[in-house]
Structures are given as structure tokens and as C-alpha cells.
């Protein structure tokens, strides 16, 4: 998915993006301030695709399909790439939910530390709870 704040430069975007790679386009566009946004091979789920155009658009194509330009709102001309789609239930494979499982470790270990530092908060002081 890129985003940019002009329409003009996201039609260019996308017709060189036919002839380039993803990651060598991007190269070239890093400076460019009329490049608001990037997200490359990111697993979503339909709940986190946002706005509802844009998951239509989705649902449209077939993957490695590149979109149309989508205007997202008055600067907001979004193209995003489908690259593959996994039905309800199956495995996926680690590279597709390696944030997500990073991320829901963090939180569990955060949340046991904190349990941890309470406990012994509760076991070194004398706390009384008066209600």
C-alpha cells in the first residue's frame, strides 16, 4: 500500500509500479513529500482494512493484482497490491503473523512482569486496602 497527498503523483506512481518492483520504486519515491504513506506485506484481516472502498477494492482482485488509484479522502489517493489471501481457519505462515505473534508476546510478558512487580510490591510492604 502506498499513499499519497496528490493524485497526479499517485497515477504516475502506479503506472511505473506496473513496469517496477515495489521495494526498487519505493527506493526512488523515499524523498518524495507527496508520499505520505507505505505498508509492504502486511497481513490484514477484513475487520483492520480501512476505509470500506478500499476493502471493496480489495475483494475485487485477484492476487498480485495491482488497484486502481482510490481516493481515500481529499488528500488521501491510495494503490495497494493483493498479494495473496488466506481463507478462514488456515495456518499461516510465520512471515505473515510475525508482528502480530511479536507483538501479543510483549503484551503477555508485560502483563507478567507487572503481576510479578505487585507481588512483590504486596510481600515487602505492609499495604492495607480499605474500602
Known amino acids: 500500500n502506498a499513499s499519497f497527498s496528490d493524485e497526479v503523483e499517485a497515477i504516475k506512481f502506479r503506472a511505473k509500479l506496473l513496469k517496477n518492483d515495489w521495494k526498487k520504486l519505493l527506493e526512488n519515491y523515499s524523498k518524495n513529500e507527496k508520499l505520505k504513506d507505505v505498508k509492504t506485506e502486511k497481513t490484514l484481516s477484513k ?23 482510490l481516493k481515500e479522502n481529499s488528500n488521501k489517493y491510495s494503490i495497494v497490491q493483493l498479494l495473496q489471501v488466506y481463507e478462514r481457519g488456515a495456518i499461516l505462515p510465520i512471515s505473515a503473523i510475525h508482528e502480530k505473534v511479536e507483538a501479543r508476546y510483549i503484551a503477555d510478558r508485560r502483563e507478567h512482569l507487572y503481576s510479578e512487580y505487585l507481588k512483590e510490591l504486596y510481600s515487602n510492604n505492609e499495604i492495607e486496602i480499605k474500602q
Open 47 to 69: 475487520y483492520e482494512i480501512y476505509p470500506i472502498e478500499l476493502l471493496n477494492l480489495l475483494e475485487l482482485l485477484h492476487p498480485g493484482e495491482i488497484s486502481i488509484v
